[in-house]
């Protein structure tokens, strides 16, 4: 499978390159000499079967993992060493399989954590309440309204977030990591739980996201779903990648027909877990 | 007897919830606030009956109040607002209290109110040495760690001599009066017979002279600081530093993927809520004008934290209503004698099995907690409906 027909412009700079990287646990190979790229303003789909390294991927991706060998470089930039919280503010957003919101903050408060990172403000601006302080104070809650009406909370925002339901709580996570103006946002399962209508509204919001000028990194299970939204596929199966391209290409690739979308069977495996 | 205990700790809260949301959230009148205030720095003037200890010193026990409250609004921030509990929390007290010992009576004979900020940057200083290797342990781990520093800091000014070992400091100077020997003027105190009015001309407050006998001015004092440091604790509370306290409570390592500088803001916590216990202790040793490594032993941290938590961990208000249960109630019923730690010692269990969140948590606690006995509530309306 070659890369020269997929849809994005090749000559652009990727956002994210993922180079030769490979992750152990002990002898465990989570990650096998895995290289692909994230480029700009597209929707990449990270697929495979449970144990294939999708995960693993994903939290090199955001500082949660280092490397065994290989780099992550984020706009030219090597991940390597860099503290979780620096990532978030180079520009690399993620939510979270099992939702991670603040539970007693409000949906708001959630949300402003996120719009937070681009602020300085401390112990002496607040007491002082300087200018610079009430303009991102300000700055801060309208984006922050303005993200949770974007993802379609709005009414709920002064709501403590453990209160919301649950389609609610993933939206607010996706408005949390949006508040960090992030250059990169990555999505892991957001489906997990959904319901065919909530996905289609989800497959809406992705859209929406992608088309408000983000890239996005989506990991799921859902083919349905990823074959829909992605510009790009990359599937990996044993830790190693098998097959990238565009949903088309990669729908009939036999390598991964076999691999994963092969039988009912496999199918089933996937939706039990 | 869990279901009564439930049904118990809901009526409490129904009962308490107005009273919680009108304590602990913005819109009270500010004339009220204000006509409040006058109310309690009158107290000691007043002597109302009741509320008057009888069989120790009103003013004195005032005063161990408001310091309380001042170590219950500091130790907030670190356990309530940053999730860190804190069982050393006394080791700070100490620390503000050996500073002014040493600066105003030990070693030099600096003006308290000189000392009082240079033993609030130690104590903080002590704060940022402690919490820089021990807050990298979280939860269980790092309350056994700050009690072993709650500890240490006894055990070191024990057994050091330049800080006064196991004799202490004695004859810590008052702070500086103003007007002395007789004040600018004198305000009398009321007496009551029954319930009237009578003023009683042969105790009257000096203002404002800091004596051995009249603890009024120093709870004056005290109060204006407990004062001056809710004021500025709630402009950082509602700012992002704030924000990002709560968020580590709540979820640290999300709170780190979101752009949070974890380690960072739970060292501010830990070094805020110093310089409030160094605050604190310096009051108390200027009050006091003798201290021993005995004036801090261990359990005292424990009491601190029951404080808060019994008040409610997270709210301030709930946090200085805590202080008041433990420091005035065993002094107020004090004719039990030797039965009243029994009696406190039941009414904190009381308190902690029938109201676990506190008597009044935080607005987003409360609010949530509902919602949860709501929706608990429901599942048990379907599962009766079933059957």
Sequence with gaps: ?273 | MRKFRERAGDWLDDKLTPVGAVLGRKPIKVPLIILGVLLVYALPILNLPLITTPDSDFPNVLFTVTVYAIVAVGLNIVTGYAGLLDLGYVGFYAAGAYTVGILTAYHFAWPFLLVLPIAMGITLLTGVLLGAPTLRVRGDYLAIVTMGFGELIRITIRNTAWLGGTGGIKAIPAPQSIGAPDGLFQIPHLAWDGLNPLIDLSRSTKFLVFGVLDATPYFWLALTALIAVIFVERLVKTSRVGRMWEATREDEDAAEIMGVATFKFKLLAFASGAFIGGLAGALFAAKAGYINPISFPANLSILFVAAVVIGGSGNRWGAIIGAVIVAYLPERFRELENWRLWFFGIALVIIVSFRPQGLFPSYSQRKARRAARQSARLDHSEVTADV
């Design chain 1, 1 to 273: 499978m070659s890369d020269t027909d997929v849809a994005t412009d090749t000559a652009v700079k990727p956002v994210l390159e993922v180079d030769h990287v490979t992750i152990k646990f002990g002898g465990v190979v989570a990650l096998d000499d895995v290289t692909f790229d994230i480029r700009p303003g597209e929707i990449l789909g990270l697929i495979g079967p449970n144990g294939a390294g999708k995960t693993t991927a994903f939290n090199v991706i955001t500082g949660v993992y280092q490397a065994t060998s290989g780099t992550v470089a984020f706009e030219g930039v090597p991940l390597r060493g860099k503290k979780r919280h620096q990532i978030t503010k180079l520009g690399i957003a993620r939510t979270f399989q099992n939702i991670r919101l603040f539970p007693s903050m409000s949906a708001l408060d959630n949300v402003l954590v996120g719009a937070d990172v681009h602020s300085k403000v401390g112990v002496l601006n607040a007491i002082f309440r300087t200018p610079y302080f009430r303009r991102t104070e300000r700055a801060g809650r309208d984006l922050a309204r303005e993200l949770l009406k974007f993802v379609g909370v709005a009414a709920r925002g002064e709501e403590v977030s453990v209160n919301l339901s649950y389609g609610d709580q993933r939206r607010v996570e996706i408005a949390r990591a949006l508040a960090t103006k992030p250059k990169l946002l990555c999505l892991d399962e957001p489906a997990a739980g959904f319901n065919p209508a909530e996905k289609q509204r989800l497959m809406q919001l992705i859209r929406d996201i992608r088309d408000a000028g983000n890239t996005v990194l989506l990991v799921e299970h859902d083919m349905k779903l990823v074959m829909g939204v992605c510009d790009r596929v990359v599937v990996l199966e044993f830790g190693k990648k098998v097959a990238e391209g565009t949903p088309t290409e990669i729908q009939s690739n036999p390598v991964v027909i076999a691999a994963y979308l092969g039988t009912d069977d496999e199918d089933d495996d996937d939706d039990a877990a």
